[in-house]
Each structure stands twice: as C-alpha cells, then as structure tokens.
C-alpha cells in the first residue's frame, strides 16, 4: 500500500485549486457569449461539458501522480496462455492524460467550427462605402 506525505497532498490540492478556478473562469466566459446570442445553446453546452470532463480528467491525473506515485509509463507484459501471448499496460495517470488530452481536443475543435461557422455566416461589410 502507498502512502502520501503531506506536501505530495498540499501540491495536488493547490494544482487541483488552480484548475477548478480556471474552469469556473471558462464556464463564466462560454455562459457569457450563450447570454449574449452571439453562440448557439448546443455549442455552449457542447463546450462546457468538454471543458468539465477535461477537468475532472486532470485532476485525475494529478492525483494519480502527486498522491498515489503512478506517473505515467507504458509497460510490456508477457502473460496469455502459455506465456506466448504479449500485451501493454498503460499506468492510471497515463489514462487519464490520455482522456483528457482526447476531450481538450474535442473542446478545441467544437470552438474552432463554431468560429468557422460564424466568419462563414456573417454579412459581408463593405469597407469605404459612406
């Protein structure tokens, strides 16, 4: 069994803090813009749930680092029947960084149409006309 020391636990709350206020900040700016009209209400959601999952995804990451010790590792292993058959074992914090990497991309890629889509759909403004 692992044990934590008090720093390790103190670090990861303070990382843990951080990225919970950064998040709140996100939610404030994306509820913003859905206030204003100015994004859809599915984008809005689409964005603030990637951005909630992202979060708990790094938080556990971190904890899985900071309290438990398990940084990440990809090891081989050699089990099956017989011994014949190989695999991988990806480490817990591995997967969680993996999982939240996957959903920062999803958050980054649903903003990116929605910027798309908006340049696309506004009225062309003529420049130097009275």
């Known amino acids: 069994m692992k044990t934590s020391n008090p720093v390790q636990q103190s670090s990861f709350w303070s990382s843990a803090t951080v990225l919970v206020l950064a998040l709140l ?27 909630l999952t992202a979060v708990v995804f790094l938080i556990g990451f971190l904890r899985a680092c900071l309290i438990d010790g398990e940084w990440p590792s990809v090891e081989g292993h050699w ?5 014949g ?11 969680w960084l993996l999982g939240s990497a996957l959903l920062l991309f999803h958050l ?5 149409i929605w910027l798309l889509d908006r ?3 506004a009225p062309a ?6």
Do not use: D, N
């Not at 058959?85 to 997967?95: K, N, Y």
């Not at 980054?108 to 990116?112: C, D, E, G, N, Y």
């Open 25 to 51: 900040v996100l939610v404030f700016a994306i509820g913003h813009t859905a206030a204003q009209q100015q994004m859809p209400p599915l984008t809005a959601a689409l964005l603030v749930f990637f951005a």
């Open 79 to 83: 089990g099956g029947l017989g011994g």
């Open 85 to 95: 058959a190989t695999g991988w074992r990806l480490s817990p914090s591995l997967i």
């Open 108 to 112: 980054v890629r649903v903003h990116q």
């Open 119 to 121: 340049t696309r759909l």
């Open 125 to 130: 403004t003529s420049v130097g006309l009275p």
